[in-house]
T-cell receptor
Framework: ETGVTQTPRHLVMGMTNKKSLKCEQHLGHNAMYWYKQSAKKPLELMFVYNFKEQTENNSVPSRFSPECPNSSHLFLHLHTLQPEDSALYLC?????????????FGPGTRLLVL | AQKVTQAQTEISVVEKEDVTLDCVYETRDTTYYLFWYKQPPSGELVFLIRRNSFDEQNEISGRYSWNFQKSTSSFNFTITASQVVDSAVYFCALSDTGGFKTIFGAGTRLFVKA
Protein backbone atom coordinates (compact mmCIF):
# COMPACT_ATOMS: atom_id res chain seq x y z
CA GLU A 1 0.00 0.00 0.00
CA THR A 2 1.21 3.48 -0.75
CA GLY A 3 0.07 6.94 0.26
CA VAL A 4 -2.87 7.33 2.61
CA THR A 5 -5.46 4.58 2.95
CA GLN A 6 -8.83 4.70 4.66
CA THR A 7 -11.24 1.96 5.70
CA PRO A 8 -14.05 1.39 5.28
CA ARG A 9 -14.76 3.26 2.08
CA HIS A 10 -18.49 3.27 2.74
CA LEU A 11 -20.39 2.99 6.01
CA VAL A 12 -24.06 3.04 6.89
CA MET A 13 -24.95 3.25 10.54
CA GLY A 14 -27.91 3.90 12.77
CA MET A 15 -27.94 6.68 15.30
CA THR A 16 -27.38 4.28 18.18
CA ASN A 17 -24.46 2.40 16.63
CA LYS A 18 -20.78 2.70 17.45
CA LYS A 19 -18.29 2.45 14.62
CA SER A 20 -14.72 3.47 13.87
CA LEU A 21 -13.01 4.90 10.83
CA LYS A 22 -9.40 3.96 10.22
CA CYS A 23 -6.67 5.86 8.43
CA GLU A 24 -3.14 4.71 7.72
CA GLN A 25 -0.35 6.63 6.05
CA HIS A 26 2.67 4.98 4.46
CA LEU A 27 4.59 8.21 3.81
CA GLY A 28 6.59 8.49 7.02
CA HIS A 29 4.77 11.68 7.96
CA ASN A 30 4.44 13.11 11.46
CA ALA A 31 1.12 14.95 11.24
CA MET A 32 -2.33 13.55 10.50
CA TYR A 33 -5.70 15.22 10.02
CA TRP A 34 -9.42 14.46 9.93
CA TYR A 35 -11.65 16.55 7.68
CA LYS A 36 -15.40 16.48 7.11
CA GLN A 37 -16.78 17.21 3.66
CA SER A 38 -20.53 17.77 3.52
CA ALA A 39 -22.54 18.52 0.43
CA LYS A 40 -22.37 22.18 -0.50
CA LYS A 41 -19.94 23.04 2.32
CA PRO A 42 -16.20 23.67 2.26
CA LEU A 43 -13.90 21.12 3.81
CA GLU A 44 -14.00 21.42 7.58
CA LEU A 45 -10.95 20.57 9.63
CA MET A 46 -11.91 18.42 12.61
CA PHE A 47 -8.72 17.28 14.31
CA VAL A 48 -4.96 17.51 13.89
CA TYR A 49 -2.36 15.23 15.45
CA ASN A 50 1.34 16.01 15.39
CA PHE A 51 3.72 13.32 16.65
CA LYS A 52 0.66 11.53 18.12
CA GLU A 53 -0.36 14.58 20.14
CA GLN A 54 -3.62 16.37 19.39
CA THR A 55 -2.86 19.96 18.37
CA GLU A 56 -6.24 21.02 16.98
CA ASN A 57 -9.80 20.25 17.94
CA ASN A 58 -11.99 22.44 15.82
CA SER A 59 -14.98 22.51 18.20
CA VAL A 60 -16.06 19.06 17.15
CA PRO A 61 -18.98 17.44 19.06
CA SER A 62 -17.97 14.78 21.55
CA ARG A 63 -19.78 12.07 19.58
CA PHE A 64 -16.63 12.13 17.41
CA SER A 65 -13.63 10.79 19.28
CA PRO A 66 -10.20 10.64 17.61
CA GLU A 67 -7.36 8.35 18.50
CA CYS A 68 -3.78 8.40 17.26
CA PRO A 69 -1.80 5.44 18.63
CA ASN A 70 1.25 6.21 16.48
CA SER A 71 2.28 8.55 13.68
CA SER A 72 1.07 6.14 11.00
CA HIS A 73 -2.43 5.43 12.26
CA LEU A 74 -5.41 7.61 13.00
CA PHE A 75 -8.88 6.54 14.06
CA LEU A 76 -12.18 8.35 14.36
CA HIS A 77 -14.57 6.67 16.78
CA LEU A 78 -18.22 7.42 16.16
CA HIS A 79 -21.15 7.02 18.56
CA THR A 80 -24.74 8.27 18.71
CA LEU A 81 -24.36 10.20 15.49
CA GLN A 82 -27.03 12.36 13.91
CA PRO A 83 -28.26 12.30 10.30
CA GLU A 84 -26.52 15.64 9.70
CA ASP A 85 -23.22 13.86 10.36
CA SER A 86 -23.61 12.07 7.04
CA ALA A 87 -20.65 13.20 4.94
CA LEU A 88 -17.37 12.20 3.37
CA TYR A 89 -14.68 11.93 6.04
CA LEU A 90 -11.21 12.53 4.71
CA CYS A 91 -7.93 11.72 6.36
CA UNK A 92 -4.74 13.51 5.41
CA UNK A 93 -1.10 13.54 6.45
CA UNK A 94 1.84 15.89 6.08
CA UNK A 95 5.53 15.63 6.81
CA UNK A 96 5.22 18.01 9.75
CA UNK A 97 2.66 20.43 11.13
CA UNK A 98 2.88 23.95 9.77
CA UNK A 99 1.40 26.31 7.18
CA UNK A 100 4.01 25.39 4.57
CA UNK A 101 3.20 21.71 4.71
CA UNK A 102 1.46 19.97 1.84
CA UNK A 103 -1.25 17.61 2.96
CA UNK A 104 -1.80 14.30 1.21
CA PHE A 105 -5.28 12.87 1.34
CA GLY A 106 -6.83 9.44 1.48
CA PRO A 107 -9.87 8.43 -0.59
CA GLY A 108 -12.29 9.09 2.25
CA THR A 109 -15.04 7.19 4.02
CA ARG A 110 -18.53 8.02 2.83
CA LEU A 111 -20.74 7.85 5.91
CA LEU A 112 -24.51 7.68 5.94
CA VAL A 113 -26.32 7.99 9.26
CA LEU A 114 -29.89 6.74 9.27
CA ALA B 1 -8.98 36.38 9.13
CA GLN B 2 -8.32 33.88 6.38
CA LYS B 3 -10.75 33.44 3.53
CA VAL B 4 -10.70 31.72 0.15
CA THR B 5 -13.31 32.50 -2.47
CA GLN B 6 -13.94 30.40 -5.54
CA ALA B 7 -16.78 32.27 -7.15
CA GLN B 8 -17.33 29.77 -9.94
CA THR B 9 -19.48 26.94 -8.60
CA GLU B 10 -19.61 24.95 -11.83
CA ILE B 11 -17.98 25.31 -15.22
CA SER B 12 -18.79 23.27 -18.29
CA VAL B 13 -16.52 23.20 -21.33
CA VAL B 14 -16.06 21.11 -24.41
CA GLU B 15 -12.92 19.05 -24.77
CA LYS B 16 -9.88 20.97 -26.06
CA GLU B 17 -11.15 24.28 -24.75
CA ASP B 18 -8.99 26.26 -22.33
CA VAL B 19 -10.54 26.96 -18.94
CA THR B 20 -9.51 29.19 -16.03
CA LEU B 21 -10.57 28.55 -12.45
CA ASP B 22 -10.52 31.63 -10.25
CA CYS B 23 -9.31 31.85 -6.66
CA VAL B 24 -9.27 34.97 -4.52
CA TYR B 25 -7.87 34.89 -1.01
CA GLU B 26 -7.71 37.09 2.08
CA THR B 27 -5.08 37.06 4.78
CA ARG B 28 -3.39 39.60 7.04
CA ASP B 29 -0.12 37.70 7.05
CA THR B 30 2.78 38.53 4.77
CA THR B 31 3.89 34.89 4.84
CA TYR B 32 1.35 32.46 3.52
CA TYR B 33 0.94 29.47 1.26
CA LEU B 34 -1.53 28.74 -1.49
CA PHE B 35 -2.51 25.34 -2.80
CA TRP B 36 -4.60 23.77 -5.50
CA TYR B 37 -6.11 20.30 -5.17
CA LYS B 38 -8.14 18.18 -7.57
CA GLN B 39 -10.93 15.91 -6.32
CA PRO B 40 -12.05 13.37 -8.94
CA PRO B 41 -15.26 11.36 -8.43
CA SER B 42 -13.30 8.75 -6.45
CA GLY B 43 -13.14 11.28 -3.60
CA GLU B 44 -9.42 11.58 -2.91
CA LEU B 45 -7.99 15.11 -3.02
CA VAL B 46 -4.93 15.14 -5.24
CA PHE B 47 -2.29 17.79 -4.61
CA LEU B 48 -1.47 19.89 -7.67
CA ILE B 49 0.67 22.83 -6.57
CA ARG B 50 1.91 24.85 -3.61
CA ARG B 51 3.07 28.45 -3.86
CA ASN B 52 4.46 30.66 -1.09
CA SER B 53 3.75 34.36 -0.82
CA PHE B 54 7.29 35.39 -1.72
CA ASP B 55 7.32 33.58 -5.02
CA GLU B 56 5.14 35.31 -7.58
CA GLN B 57 6.61 33.50 -10.51
CA ASN B 58 3.95 31.81 -12.58
CA GLU B 59 4.22 28.09 -13.06
CA ILE B 60 3.46 25.75 -15.92
CA SER B 61 3.23 21.99 -15.64
CA GLY B 62 2.15 20.34 -18.86
CA ARG B 63 -1.37 21.54 -19.64
CA TYR B 64 -1.68 23.20 -16.22
CA SER B 65 -0.58 26.73 -15.40
CA TRP B 66 -1.00 28.97 -12.40
CA ASN B 67 -1.08 32.76 -12.23
CA PHE B 68 -0.29 34.23 -8.82
CA GLN B 69 -0.93 37.97 -8.42
CA LYS B 70 -0.45 39.47 -4.96
CA SER B 71 -1.76 42.83 -6.14
CA THR B 72 -5.20 41.32 -6.67
CA SER B 73 -4.87 38.51 -4.09
CA SER B 74 -5.57 35.94 -6.75
CA PHE B 75 -4.15 32.54 -7.58
CA ASN B 76 -5.86 31.38 -10.74
CA PHE B 77 -5.52 28.00 -12.40
CA THR B 78 -5.70 27.43 -16.15
CA ILE B 79 -6.10 24.12 -17.93
CA THR B 80 -5.10 24.29 -21.58
CA ALA B 81 -6.72 21.96 -24.11
CA SER B 82 -8.99 20.40 -21.50
CA GLN B 83 -9.69 16.67 -21.52
CA VAL B 84 -12.56 14.58 -20.17
CA VAL B 85 -10.24 13.26 -17.45
CA ASP B 86 -9.95 16.82 -16.12
CA SER B 87 -13.56 16.61 -14.94
CA ALA B 88 -13.39 16.99 -11.17
CA VAL B 89 -13.87 19.43 -8.34
CA TYR B 90 -10.92 21.77 -7.90
CA PHE B 91 -10.13 23.36 -4.55
CA CYS B 92 -7.98 26.36 -3.81
CA ALA B 93 -6.60 26.55 -0.27
CA LEU B 94 -4.66 28.97 1.95
CA SER B 95 -2.61 28.59 5.10
CA ASP B 96 -0.72 31.28 6.96
CA THR B 97 1.48 31.63 10.00
CA GLY B 98 -1.37 33.15 12.00
CA GLY B 99 -3.48 30.05 12.30
CA PHE B 100 -1.56 27.16 10.74
CA LYS B 101 -4.88 25.72 9.62
CA THR B 102 -5.45 25.26 5.92
CA ILE B 103 -8.62 26.96 4.74
CA PHE B 104 -10.26 25.55 1.63
CA GLY B 105 -12.47 27.34 -0.83
CA ALA B 106 -15.87 25.92 -1.70
CA GLY B 107 -14.51 24.32 -4.86
CA THR B 108 -15.28 24.63 -8.55
CA ARG B 109 -16.83 21.65 -10.29
CA LEU B 110 -15.46 21.32 -13.82
CA PHE B 111 -17.30 19.30 -16.46
CA VAL B 112 -15.40 18.57 -19.65
CA LYS B 113 -17.62 17.14 -22.36
CA ALA B 114 -16.30 15.03 -25.22
Amino acid sequence: ETGVTQTPRHLVMGMTNKKSLKCEQHLGHNAMYWYKQSAKKPLELMFVYNFKEQTENNSVPSRFSPECPNSSHLFLHLHTLQPEDSALYLCASSQDYGPQETQYFGPGTRLLVL
Amino acid sequence: AQKVTQAQTEISVVEKEDVTLDCVYETRDTTYYLFWYKQPPSGELVFLIRRNSFDEQNEISGRYSWNFQKSTSSFNFTITASQVVDSAVYFCALSDTGGFKTIFGAGTRLFVKA
